[in-house]
């Protein structure tokens, strides 16, 4: 809701619910598709009174597309955008217990910061870790519930530092292993039928275990990044209070956080809504968001100077103000939201010169004329800088299918530009649409959509607006529990070239990315045991 973990935004991850009948059910999913791509699925559960049993495993592989793309040096070249990965998850529900194991192990085609192949631009990278977390849900009595979990994430990424015809470093890799520790325990009291509180704490560890390069076909020693060991502790307080009455609904709530490196925040969020009728309603939200830097942010030094954390890093915060209005008449559904928003301390990386700075102090308190170098990027907070815009989504619902249209507008002001001329809202589109239809009747299926970009600004040049067809194509079978999925799909059907301006580290020499028509075919097996 607030604090670190919510900064201008929220992702909710959700287990679909699968009953509440006892019984057993089980399901094998296997598929096929262009670029050697293959699937399976396997999940069961299993259900009896007050135990339940979820297990699903995931495999994914696929060679994917050729990708042309010459980088920000002006090499040509090309790479596989491929993927494979493997997924399980284990859920065990028994009364008011929860237990949750996830494993997860990807490989996959690196981009990174810098899309260079000096930079082993393409190369393989690989990810994985594994999630525990068990939750206790009880009921003290008819109004008063409580909430407790504690959480345990580990990561683990392996990834080159180097281009394939590196005549020494080929086989330079860096090696980043961390995990992250999390405990909450809320209280939920529904005093009335008009009025409710939640109140809480949380927990939150975060630890950086290592962060090395080695090349291992060399024999050097291993060079680490100043990341050995290093954590960030942080915790939380926070209420909510909701009152309903007539045709308003009202919440306001509160976080208190703190973290042992900087000051103690409270950040709050307020909502009003009116339904108006059965069929419209208005909502108006003004709320604050807090994120701390990160252990990155602060410590990380490379082992050539040539990137630095910040020690004296200040968290970002952002204030927002949002008035939404929802409609419905039969089947059309409108919803509209206008908002206006305010960031302070965007964290993002800049070039820092030492004939500028020469007394700049990096992450292991080295200063910058120390080091040999020219200059170094840097992370720094910006200046406090603001947007505002609207969203507008339409759906209606026809007898066998629906058409759709999402449109958004951003403008933001430029107070963070530093004088290098870059700032945060300089290179998105200010527009953006998209709107498609779907099609489904007798087992066939289609949808077609329509992806606008207004102009926008890359680093050395404009790119005039642009817009791409989608277009998919398939057909259902079914012969008793065996289900055939077939599927044709098409990503820009009329290979209009879209492009897309590179500009993570603001520097002249990045160039605009662009990507043209893509074609798959996929098959698809599913039975149901």
């Known amino acids: 809701m607030r604090g670190t973990n919510a900064y201008s935004g929220a992702i909710n991850l959700v287990l679909k619910d699968s009953g509440n009948q006892d019984g057993s059910s089980s399901n094998i999913t296997l598929g096929v598709g262009e670029h050697k791509g293959k699937r399976l699925g396997i999940n069961h559960r299993y259900k009896k009174d007050e135990f339940e049993l979820f297990f699903a495993l995931n495999i994914f592989d696929e060679d994917g597309e050729l990708e042309q793309l010459t980088d920000s040096d002006g090499i040509e070249g090309s790479f596989y955008d491929f993927r494979n990965n493997t997924n399980s998850t284990l859920k065990l529900t028994y009364n008011q217990h929860a237990l949750l194991l996830n494993y997860y192990e990807e490989q996959q085609s690196k981009l990174g910061v810098d899309p260079l192949y000096a930079k082993a631009l393409g190369r393989p990278q690989t990810l994985s870790g594994y999630l525990l977390n068990y939750n206790l849900s009880s009921s003290i009595n008819e109004q008063f519930n409580l909430e407790s979990g504690v959480s345990y994430d580990f990561n683990e990424r392996e990834f080159p530092k180097r281009g394939i015809d590196d005549p020494l470093d080929k086989d330079l890799v860096s090696i980043v292993k961390g995990y992250r520790f999390s405990a909450y325990s809320k209280g939920i009291y529904e005093y009335s039928e008009q009025i409710s509180f939640d109140f809480g704490v949380d927990y939150d560890k975060r630890v950086n275990l290592e962060y090395i390069s080695v090349n291992p076909t060399s024999g050097d020693p291993a060079v680490g990044a100043n990341l050995e060991d290093r954590e960030i502790d942080e915790y939380s307080l926070f209420t909510q209070a909701e009152y309903r009455r007539s045709k308003f609904t009202y919440l306001l709530g509160s976080r208190y ?213 989608d277009l998919n194509f398939g057909y259902r079978q079914q012969y008793n529990k065996h289900k055939i999925r077939h599927v044709f799909s098409v990503k820009n059907l009329f290979d209009d070239e879209i492009s897309g301006p590179d500009y993570v580290d603001r520097e002249e020499t990045f160039q605009t990315i662009r990507w043209g028509q893509s074609r798959h075919i996929s098959y698809t097996f599913s039975m149901d045991i």
């Open 257 to 469: 956080t703190h973290n042992q490196f900087y000051d103690d925040n409270v950040s709050s969020r307020g909502t009003i809504l009116y339904e108006i009728n059965q069929r419209n309603s208005l909502k108006f939200i003004a709320g604050q968001s807090y994120r701390a830097p990160s252990s990155f942010e602060v410590f990380f030094q490379s082992a050539s100077n040539s990137l630095s954390g910040n020690a004296n890093l200040e968290p970002e915060k952002s204030t927002s103000i949002e008035i939404a209005y929802l409609t419905q008449f039969n089947e059309l559904f409108v919803q509209t939201v206008i908002y206006h928003a305010e960031y302070e301390n965007k964290i993002y990386r800049q070039r820092v010169f030492t004939l500028d700075q020469p007394n700049l102090e990096l992450a292991d308190g080295t200063l910058l004329s120390e080091t040999g170098r020219s200059s170094t990027l840097y992370y720094q907070n910006g200046n406090t800088f603001s947007t505002q815009g609207l969203e507008l989504e339409v759906k209606y619902r026809f007898k066998h299918g629906n058409l759709f249209s999402n449109y958004s507008y951003t403008e933001g002001n430029n107070n963070d530009d530093l004088g290098d001329d870059h700032y945060n809202f300089k290179y998105p589109p200010k527009s953006k649409l998209i709107s498609g239809v779907s099609y489904s009747r007798s087992g066939y299926f289609t949808s077609a959509i329509l992806t606008y970009y207004s102009s926008m600004q890359a680093v050395t040049e404009t790119i005039d607006a642009q817009s791409k067809w």
